[in-house]
Structures are given as C-alpha cells and as structure tokens.
C-alpha cells in the first residue's frame, strides 16, 4: 500500500512538472526569451506561484531548463531567492515587498516614507509594530528551521541579515550587498517582488481589508501569525485551533468545518454557524471556565483581537478563509463535557461568537453545505 501510494505521488508529481515545463515553453515561445514571473501574469498564462511551490523558487525551476543559468549563482544566492519566495514575496503581507521594492531601487529609505506610501497606495495606515515586524522577517527572524532536532530561526540557523535599521532610515545589511551585485540574482529577486505586489494589488479590496487580512481572502497558519505581528511561527502542534499571542493582544482562531471521521474523539469540536451572524465555538478539551485561555477570550475588552478563519474540510489543503473578527457574547460561556478517545468525559467550553461583519451568502452556503451524498 506504501509502495502504491509513493507510486501516484510521484506520478502526479511528474505530470505537473510536464505541465509546468509545456506552459514555460509556450510562453518561452511566444515573447523570444526567457519569460520573468511577471510575464505569467500579464500574459494571462498560469499562477507563476505554482513554480515556486514545484521548485521552491522560480529560478530553480528556470535553471534547470536553461543551460545558461547553471552553476551562476552560488549556494547562498539560491537558498536567499527560496526564503524571499516563499517567506516574503508571497503577497499575503505587502508591506515586506514594498520594502524590498524601495531598497532595490534608492538602497536606502526612510520609515516615514514607506508609511505614506503604503497610506497613498493603499489607504490604510501601517504601525511601527507591523514596520518592525516587516525588518524582522526580512532578516527571517520569524521563520525556523530545523537545527539537531530542534526549531530554530532561519536567522540564527544561517546567521544572516538582509535589512539594517538605523532610526529612521532602513538599508541593506553588507551580507546581501555581493549578491545583489549579481545581475541575474537581482533580476530574479526584483521579478519575485513585483509578481508579489501585483498579486496583493489584484486581491486587495479597501472595503473589505480588517488591519492585515482581506474577508474571505485565504492565509496559512503562518501567514496569520506573521500579519498578526508574532516574533517567531510557533509550532503548528502547539496551535491546535487557536493560540493567544503572549502580550494577550490577539488570538486567532482556526476551524476545519466538516471534520474527518477519524480524527481523535476529543478534537472533534462542534464549531458552526448558527446563521450569518452567530458562530458556535469550542474551547480547546481540558478546559474550564477558570483556564487562562478561556478567561482570556472573556477578558477580550482589555484589547484582544479575536481574528476566525475557517476551511470547508482537509481537501482543501492549509489555508483558511479569512472570515472577519468575532466578538464573545460574555452570556455564552458554558462549561460542558466531550468524549476522548477512550469514552472518558472530557471538560470543554461552549462560546458563542457574534461575527463583527455578517459572513455573505455566498461563502456562507459554500462553508456550511457538507456536499455528502445522503
């Protein structure tokens, strides 16, 4: 069954690598050169994300077909262009991008002029908190690795630094400065910058954007902790349905609507929507009216964001719909029990969440429709 399984991965591995290297090739064709991330887009041609998930960066995927690109860019180089790709230049967050973006063209800048930046492209003030944040995970203090069986962050792992922050002015750090010397690295990166800020710019909504998350746009785990601001991605084990920040400013809250038939009995929570308006909530099994998280989310008036995001059911991979804030209705709060695996009762707290913007119909019936066949 092993050997079967390994067997479809790699087949279906193979056929979307052909796809991959046919919609390259045709593009390829078409402009008479090597074509950039960019060019997908304004070609009308596929996500040029899906490259980057293949390869863990567009240029690995181009490099391996183009025999000019071979052995031109060193071992760093390569490992900085799959960190921007997949941590930074995602356009979840613009801001890292913008940054980027600047830097690349004067070297240095000043914070207040990235602020009235963003406030003149976007509409929308950016905090210092979120400033820092950026410069932090530009210097990829935020994500980790695994180093002797233990997480640590891609920076203390490499010991490296793109950004340095003096004041109010933000420039390179000298240890990025011999790569972007590097015509085809710089070329690279600038394209992985521009396809990110062009993605945002295509799926950002004024209207709809709640200080970091577009409503119903969807977010990674991870892209919710890094927009939240978090020093470090905390381990997914440790999150379980939510996690609250340690300064208690935040906690957001995950739920996998229809849930498998075999996961264990005491995480098989009964979240829902009541209607359009109202979510039932469960805490965490083990807990109680008195457990510090619970009391937390109850205390929420002292500045808690409470930030929901929902997926319809694990077919749908590890991003969430980003469904709005949600406020406790303080008279909710019920201590009740669940089943574990082995029957026992388990304490667990029942929450009742009036959503801060009525979920719209449309994803409403998407989420909640189960789609069995009774």
């Not at 800048?109 to 944040?133: H, P």
């Amino acid at each position: 069954t092993k050997e079967r399984i390994i067997q479809a991965i790699n087949s279906a591995n193979m056929e979307l690598k052909r796809d991959l290297v046919k919609d390259y090739q045709l593009l390829k064709f078409r402009l008479g050169r090597i074509p950039m991330m960019v060019d997908f887009i304004e070609q009308g041609s596929r996500d040029p994300r899906l490259f980057v998930n293949y390869s863990k960066s567009y240029f690995n995927f181009v490099s391996e077909l183009e025999d000019d690109l071979k052995n031109i860019l060193s071992v760093s180089e390569i490992k900085f262009l799959e960190l921007f790709s997949n941590e930074i230049n995602n356009s979840k967050r613009v801001e890292e991008s913008a940054i980027l973006r600047s830097l690349l063209k004067n070297n240095l800048i000043t914070i207040d002029n990235l602020k009235a930046e963003i406030k003149k492209e976007y509409g929308y003030s950016v905090s210092d908190a979120t400033i820092n944040s950026c410069i932090d995970n530009l210097n990829f203090k935020f994500v980790t690795e695994n180093q002797d069986n233990k997480l640590v962050t891609v920076h203390d792992k490499y010991k490296i630094n793109v950004l340095k922050k003096e004041g109010n002015q933000v420039s390179w750090d000298k240890a990025i400065m011999k790569a972007l010397n590097n015509s085809v690295f710089s070329e690279f990166l600038r394209d992985n910058v521009i396809y990110s800020i062009r993605t945002f710019n295509k799926l950002f909504d004024k209207e709809k954007f709640y200080t970091g998350f577009v409503l119903y746009r969807k977010y990674s785990r991870k892209d919710v902790f890094r927009i939240l601001n978090w020093e470090s991605n905390p381990l997914a084990q440790n999150v379980g349905g939510y996690m609250i920040s340690h300064d208690k400013s935040n906690c957001p809250i995950f739920v996998n609507y229809h849930k498998d038939e075999n996961i264990s009995s005491s995480t098989k929570y009964e979240d829902g929507f009541i209607n359009n308006s109202e979510f039932e909530w469960m805490s965490k099994s083990k807990r109680t009216l008195n457990s510090p998280d619970v009391l937390a989310i109850k205390n929420y008036k002292n500045g808690m964001r409470l930030p929901l995001f929902i997926k319809k059911n694990n077919d749908e991979g590890t991003e969430f719909y980003y469904m709005g804030d949600v406020t406790p209705d303080e008279k909710s709060f019920e201590q009740t029990v669940m089943s574990d695996d082995n029957g026992k009762e388990v304490s667990v707290v029942k929450i009742k969440f009036l959503m801060n913007h009525p979920v719209e119909d449309s994803i409403y019936n998407y989420l909640t429709h189960s789609n069995s066949v009774d």
